[in-house]
């Protein structure tokens, strides 16, 4: 049964920084090209940043510079470094795991991140 589980989310204020993580299990986790995911009150979910099972890296515009994504295939889990955050970033954030083929994909539970002086 594969599980992603989120964590590391809270209460930050402006400026201040946070490390999501996420692990996976019951997986194997380097194949799987890793995504967060976010969406606030109201508003579609978004792509925050992906990075591929070959280690290629993209981001939304709105955290280019900000945030940071990486993975640690020996210990199966995701991770996102965020920094320099503003209220505009408040959000579930979810990770999210795919191959092509075979197609499959899993979804967190998510983690929220509450931006706020």
């Known amino acids: 049964q594969v599980q992603l589980v989120e964590s590391g989310g809270g209460l930050v204020q402006p400026g201040g920084s946070l490390r999501l993580s996420c692990a996976a299990s019951?997986?194997?986790?380097?194949?799987?090209?890793m995504s967060w995911y976010r969406q606030a009150p109201g508003k579609e979910r978004e792509l925050v940043a992906a990075?591929?099972?070959?280690?290629?890296?993209n981001y939304a515009d709105s955290v280019k510079g900000r945030f940071t994504i990486s993975r640690d295939n020996a210990k199966n889990t995701l991770y996102l470094q965020m920094n320099s955050l503003k209220p505009e970033d408040t959000a579930v954030y979810y990770c999210?795991?795919?191959?092509?083929?075979?197609?499959?994909?899993?979804w967190g539970q998510g983690t929220q991140v509450t931006v706020s002086s």
């Open positions: 999210y795991a795919k191959i092509v083929s075979p197609k499959y994909d899993y």
């Open positions: 990075i591929t099972s070959g280690g290629s890296r």
């Open positions: 019951g997986m194997i986790f380097s194949i799987y090209d």
